[in-house]
């Protein structure tokens, strides 16, 4: 190819606005249930990223309005503890959040299982390598930004249901590792991956997303951490 296809975003809608504030307030309700109707057409069966990425909006939508633990997160939950699942990927950590979550709330055995089990695979799978500054690759040579928000929202509320502030200290230290690989220092954008330590500079919107998420999560929950002056200032620079 001897440039950049831009067809398909030519025929697309034009963005839409942000939501102001007032209004996702009042249309909450609808999105959460738009989020479940969604979640369970797709299908929520395979331990993987996208179900993890949909059971954890679906807890904290519940959370946040004070209801009682999703059935859809209970039942999920429950399949995967009697037989669990194997284990091979950064995105079989995604959803294990969800796990963390139920066992600070309820102290469900299962549920720990769950999160041992993929802490164990974090801190000694041969496929969970780590580059030089010790960002955990996507794949061995690789450094992705989905990693952040796919083992670091787990590793984030790992360490508050386990009470091991040390994974808490690990979300912000991968959170800083792979801004020290990805993000670009003239537009404060965050890179999709590198390749064998290089960066390749595509600032694909839904990467830039999920480190924006990780890194407000990290803001709200590991608040104390000596490193987070560091990720609220480049997380600034990244939103601005």
């Not at 069966?45 to 807890?59: H, I, M, S, Y």
């Amino acid at each position: 190819m001897a440039g950049e296809d831009t067809s398909s975003a030519n025929l697309a809608p034009p963005p839409l606005p942000p939501l102001a504030k007032a209004s996702a307030g009042t249309g909450f309700a609808e999105l959460e249930g738009d989020l479940l109707r969604g979640t369970l057409a797709m299908g929520v069966d395979r331990w993987f990223w996208g179900e993890g990425v949909c059971l954890l909006a679906t807890w904290r939508a519940a959370e946040a309005r004070g209801a009682t633990h999703p059935q859809l997160v209970l039942d999920y939950m429950g399949r995967h503890a009697s037989r669990l699942p194997v284990l091979e990927h950064v995105n079989n950590m995604a959803p294990a959040a969800t796990a963390a979550e139920l066992l600070r709330a309820s102290g469900d055995l299962g549920a720990r299982r769950l999160v041992e089990a993929c802490l164990a695979w974090y801190q000694d799978a041969p496929e969970a390598t780590r580059a030089s500054n010790g960002a955990l690759e996507h794949w061995p040579g690789g450094v992705w930004a989905d990693t952040v928000y796919m083992a670091g929202e787990f590793l984030l509320r790992a360490g508050r249901a386990l009470e091991r502030p040390e994974l808490t200290r690990e979300a912000v230290q991968q959170w800083l590792a792979h801004a020290e690989q990805l993000q670009d220092t003239d537009t404060g954008l965050f890179a999709h991956g590198t390749n064998q330590g290089t960066r390749i500079d595509c600032f694909w919107g839904r990467a830039n997303a999920w480190i924006a998420l990780a890194g407000a999560d990290l803001l709200h929950l590991a608040g104390d951490d000596p490193a987070i002056g560091e990720v609220r200032e480049r997380l600034a620079v990244q939103l601005q």
